[in-house]
T-cell receptor
Framework: GGIITQTPKFLIGQEGQKLTLKCQQNFNHDTMYWYRQDSGKGLRLIYYSITENDLQKGDLSEGYDASREKKSSFSLTVTSAQKNEMAVFLC??????????FGPGTRLTVL | QQKVQQSPESLTVSEGAMASLNCTFSDGTSDNFRWYRQHSGKGLEVLVSIFSDGEKEEGRFTAHLNRASLHVSLHIREPQPSDSAVYLCAMSKFVGDNSKLIWGLGTSLVVNP
């Protein structure tokens, strides 16, 4: 088995701040994903990456940057945090199109 | 636009009584359908993945797929209080070598002792 680790678990930021979230997986999966989960809106795909140094936009990429530094890690940057924003950011990985395995999430609050 | 609708929004059952959750989707050509569970404050845990019409069982969790009626359900046998969580349905379509998931909004299940 493997595990997906997300850091930090909780992130509190200020309006306009640039914030970075990190994700590590030891499944040796090729593909990694970043989702945003908002109450009442389900999961929305922000970015995904099919291999090291690859980056593909999802449905919600505006306002975010991402970086796949190596096969095991995928980071997400909120380029300018929005006031009163609250959401959970979930990282996932999969072997190509197979089941996606999820990390525990990073909970973002912007003051 | 592809959509996934889940019902009911919330469900309360007693321990040991069967729990049934439903998902309807707009595109019958999707590759497969997945049920995930999310305990409060936790990530998502995959329960069952099904691509053929009929039934697939994983322990106490059974998914039923009927592509013609655009419907997939999840039945939880002998639910326990620890099964209290949000259950999410997702349909998957292959895009190249990878898959794109379209998600429902979830059913919140409470299992009372």
């Amino acid at each position: 088995g493997g595990i997906i680790t997300q850091t930090p678990k909780f992130l509190i930021g200020q309006e306009g701040q640039k914030l970075t979230l990190k994700c590590q997986q030891n499944f040796n999966h090729d593909t990694m994903y970043w989702y945003r989960q908002d109450s009442g809106k389900g999961l929305r795909l922000i970015y995904y990456s099919i291999t090291e140094n690859d980056l593909q936009k999802g449905d919600l990429s505006e306002g975010y940057d991402a970086s796949r530094e190596k096969k095991s890690s995928f980071s997400l940057t909120v380029t300018s945090a929005q006031k009163n924003e609250m959401a959970v950011f979930l990282c996932a990985s999969s072997h190509r199109g197979r089941e996606q395995y999820f990390g525990p999430g990073t909970r973002l609050t912007v003051l | 636009q592809q959509k996934v609708q889940q019902s009911p929004e919330s469900l309360t059952v007693s321990e040991g009584a069967m729990a049934s959750l439903n998902c309807t989707f707009s595109d019958g050509t999707s590759d497969n359908f997945r049920w995930y569970r999310q305990h409060s404050g936790k990530g998502l845990e995959v329960l069952v993945s099904i691509f053929s019409d009929g039934e697939k069982e994983e322990g106490r969790f059974t998914a039923h797929l009927n592509r013609a009626s655009l419907h997939v359900s999840l039945h939880i046998r002998e639910p326990q209080p620890s099964d209290s969580a949000v259950y999410l349905c997702a349909m998957s379509k292959f895009v190249g070598d990878n898959s794109k998931l379209i998600w429902g909004l979830g059913t919140s299940l409470v299992v009372n002792p």
